[in-house]
Nanobody, 117 residues
Framework: VQLQASGGGLVQAGGSLRLSCAASGSRFSINNMGWYRQAPGKPRELVAAIISGSNTNYGDLVKGRFTISRDNVEKKWYLLMTSLKPEDTAVYYC????????????WGQGTQVTVSS
């Protein structure tokens, strides 16, 4: 399974960006999908996820500002980020989890988001 993330870039504080992740190469449905981020010197953290197809979960720092959505037909999911802050600056990774007797985790290559003050 390959995940291709896109949509990162440089934006001013208060602005918006939308990240996209496209999955290919899987004949199975994706059970869980989401976004994580990692800033320099910090551990990777959950940003947002869709669990079991419909339940959404957000990191505390992004609740109310970020929205995750999906396109089941195209096997794509998105992260709309609004009211961006400099502390949102990080590399954002898309993630997919597929269950086929056991769980398999897949990661995209990461896309840089930089928020200037």
């Amino acid at each position: 399974v390959q995940l291709q993330a896109s949509g990162g870039g440089l934006v001013q504080a208060g602005g918006s960006l939308r990240l996209s992740c496209a999955a290919s190469g899987s004949r199975f449905s994706i059970n869980n999908m989401g976004w994580y981020r990692q800033a320099p010197g910090k551990p990777r953290e959950l940003v947002a996820a869709i669990i079991s197809g419909s339940n959404t979960n957000y990191g505390d720092l992004v609740k109310g500002r970020f929205t995750i959505s999906r396109d089941n037909v195209e096997k794509k999911w998105y992260l709309l980020m609004t009211s961006l802050k400099p502390e949102d600056t990080a590399v954002y990774y898309c993630h997919a989890a597929i269950r086929d007797r056991r769980w398999y985790d897949y990661w995209g290559q990461g896309t840089q988001v930089t928020v200037s003050s």
